[in-house]
Each structure stands twice: as C-alpha cells, then as structure tokens.
C-alpha cells in the first residue's frame, strides 16, 4: 500500500469519509453532508486512489468498510476534531483539571473501555473523577438533558444534535460451558437449546431479540438476567447457551467457549455519542481522544 500524503487530502473529502464511515451507505451520508450521491460517489473514488484501499465494499444491498478505513477512521476523526477546535482558545491542560466527567454505558462497555480510561486519567489527568451510569438503549435526552456527559454504546439516536464517533466492531456470538456440551450444529440446535437473555434493567431487550422476533424465532430463555455481567454464572457447569459480543470472550467470558450465531446478525460498531454543545469544548474533547485511544489498543481482535 503507498504511503498517503494527509496534505493532499482536502478536508472536505477526509469529512466525507467519515460520514460515510459512520452512516454505513452513500445516500445517508449525502443527506446528512448536504450534497448530491454522486458528489460522495466521486469523493470517495479519490480517497480509494490517494489511501491505495477500497475503504469501502459492497455487503448484500449496503457496504461495510473494509479493515483499513476502520483502522484509519479514528485518527482522521481526531484530526478533524483538533482542527475544529482551533479558534476555541487556550489549550486545556490535564494534569491541573478537577471535575466529574459522567459517562452512561452497559456493563460490556463499562468493562470493556472504562478501566482503560480511568487508568489513563490516574496518569494524566488526576484531578478528573469519573462517573459512570447505565444507558440501556440510549436516547438522545440522556445527552440534551446533561445526565451524562458522554454515552458508549451500539445504538445512537436519529438526530442531528447527536455527535457520534466509531470506536470498534463487534459481533455477536453463542457461549456455552465446553466441559457440559457441545456447540450448538445449526439453527434448529439453536432455536431447541435453554436459553439465558438480558431484558436491561431500563426496560429494553438487547438489539438481537429484535431482530430475531422480526424474523419469528424465539429463544426459549429460562434465566433473564438485567445485564451481561449475570450470564457467567447461570451459564458455568450447565447446557444453557448465552448469545453476546465476541469481546467478552477476552474477560468476562473468558472460561467459556464460543461459535457464530447461527443465522445472519450483523456485526455491530461500539459508538461514542456526545452532544454537539461540547464538540469543540478542549476538556470534554480531551476526554472523547482518550476513549478513543483505550479503543485503538483493542482493536486487533478482529484484525
């Protein structure tokens, strides 16, 4: 792959890829630019020349990025966001800043990201105290109203107040206990198992039960637990079967073993949403660059 010259990208195609990036498709990403299809059509025909990658290809009726433009996303949003933020005046200094930065996220964010996060704050920034609350499936009052600072999940409000960045993929997949049976054959296996499900403490099933009562299957579920951190122990020594993000393999999860789903359930971005009040804010911007660096470490699972 040729090295790519950033000074020869302008910046309005380096936004472009990013909303393309984040909306998942051309035509959602022309509307929320404001230009015609075929302007981003042309755009990202002269990003794939100048970073020597697709960026983008086609999946069924939609397109995924490939790995590279994941990879690369990240910092081109940094960059913009650095670039937005130059006439907001004198640069904010962590090491002297004390306030509570409260952040809304489930159990597999929390654990994923947040330990991270706190451990680069003890470093860096000492006198700032995070907070952290449950988001179940956010919604965009969470943010507009003030009761957190910052959300970190799949899910991201339709609305334009709303600011997202990507931070890594996921997927879902089937975790059983290998020293009680063996791993699910098929769909029917599936479908014939006892299930353990997660009904969110805030009311909401996870986005998988939707999709699966969309297409008329029903898991037989036996335990429902309010989060992700019940599963381990309802599932260690049975023949259950639990269906949750691959990531968890790696800590929560970790004793237990784990094939793909058995039908088609695609895979999932984890999302940092804000507020567009504190996009150019230096602190909270500090604070989203983090995030974002703890994300880039793990991003090599599913290189």
Same mark, same amino acid.
């Given at each position: 792959?040729?090295?790519?010259?950033?000074?020869?990208?302008? /910046?309005?195609?380096?936004?472009?890829? @990013? +909303?393309?990036?984040? &909306?998942?498709?051309?035509?959602? +990403?022309? $509307? #929320?630019?404001? $230009?015609?299809?075929s302007a981003?059509?042309?755009?990202? &025909? #002269?990003?794939?020349? +100048?970073?020597?990658?697709?960026?983008?290809?086609?999946?069924?009726?939609?397109?995924?990025?490939?790995?590279?433009?994941?990879?690369?996303?990240?910092?081109?949003?940094?960059?913009?966001?650095?670039?937005?933020?130059?006439?907001?005046?004198?640069?904010?200094?962590?090491?002297?800043?004390?306030?509570?930065?409260?952040?809304?996220?489930?159990?597999?964010?929390?654990? =994923? !990201?947040?330990?991270?996060? $706190?451990?680069?704050?003890?470093?860096?920034?000492?006198?700032?105290?995070?907070?952290?609350?449950?988001?179940?499936?956010?919604?965009? %009052?969470?943010? #507009?109203?003030?009761?957190?600072?910052? $959300?970190?999940?799949?899910?991201?409000?339709?609305?334009? %107040?709303?600011?997202?960045?990507?931070?890594?993929?996921?997927?879902? *997949?089937?975790?059983?206990?290998?020293?009680?049976?063996?791993?699910?054959?098929?769909?029917?296996?599936?479908?014939?198992?006892?299930?353990?499900?997660?009904?969110? +403490?805030?009311?909401?099933?996870?986005? !998988? %039960?939707?999709?699966?009562?969309?297409?008329?299957?029903?898991?037989?579920s036996v335990?429902? @637990?309010?989060?992700?951190?019940?599963?381990? &122990?309802?599932?260690?020594?049975?023949? =259950?079967?639990?269906?949750?993000? &691959?990531?968890?393999?790696?800590?929560?999860?970790?004793?237990?073993?784990? *094939?793909?789903?058995?039908?088609?359930?695609?895979?999932f971005t /984890?999302?940092?949403?804000?507020?567009?009040?504190?996009?150019?804010?230096?602190?909270?911007?500090? *604070?989203?660059?983090?995030?974002?660096?703890?994300?880039?470490?793990?991003?090599?699972?599913?290189?």
């Amino acid at each position: 792959m040729k090295p790519v010259d950033i000074l020869n990208l302008d /910046l309005k195609s380096l936004t472009t890829f @990013v +909303a393309v990036l984040d &909306e998942g498709g051309v035509s959602r +990403a022309a $509307v #929320r630019l404001g $230009v015609t299809q075929s302007a981003v059509s042309h755009t990202l &025909e #002269r990003l794939r020349q +100048a970073f020597g990658d697709p960026l983008f290809v086609k999946s069924g009726r939609g397109i995924v990025p490939t790995d590279y433009a994941l990879r690369t996303g990240p910092h081109i949003r940094q960059l913009l966001d650095d670039l937005r933020t130059l006439p907001s005046g004198p640069p904010f200094e962590p090491a002297t800043a004390e306030f509570t930065f409260t952040i809304a996220a489930n159990d597999y964010q929390r654990d =994923l !990201l947040l330990p991270g996060l $706190v451990k680069m704050l003890r470093d860096q920034a000492p006198g700032i105290h995070l907070q952290v609350i449950p988001s179940g499936i956010p919604n965009a %009052d969470l943010l #507009r109203k003030e009761a957190c600072d910052l $959300v970190i999940s799949p899910f991201a409000p339709e609305t334009t %107040d709303i600011m997202q960045r990507g931070l890594m993929a996921d997927r879902m *997949v089937v975790f059983y206990d290998q020293n009680q049976r063996q791993a699910p054959s098929d769909l029917k296996d599936y479908m014939n198992a006892d299930h353990i499900t997660v009904l969110f +403490a805030t009311g909401e099933k996870p986005g !998988l %039960d939707s999709t699966m009562e969309a297409r008329g299957l029903k898991r037989r579920s036996v335990v429902t @637990v309010s989060n992700f951190s019940g599963l381990p &122990e309802f599932l260690r020594g049975t023949t =259950l079967l639990a269906s949750a993000p &691959e990531r968890m393999s790696t800590q929560l999860m970790r004793d237990f073993a784990y *094939v793909p789903l058995p039908f088609q359930y695609n895979p999932f971005t /984890l999302l940092m949403l804000w507020h567009r009040r504190h996009q150019t804010d230096p602190a909270h911007r500090w *604070v989203r660059n983090q995030v974002n660096s703890v994300a880039a470490t793990m991003n090599g699972l599913h290189d």
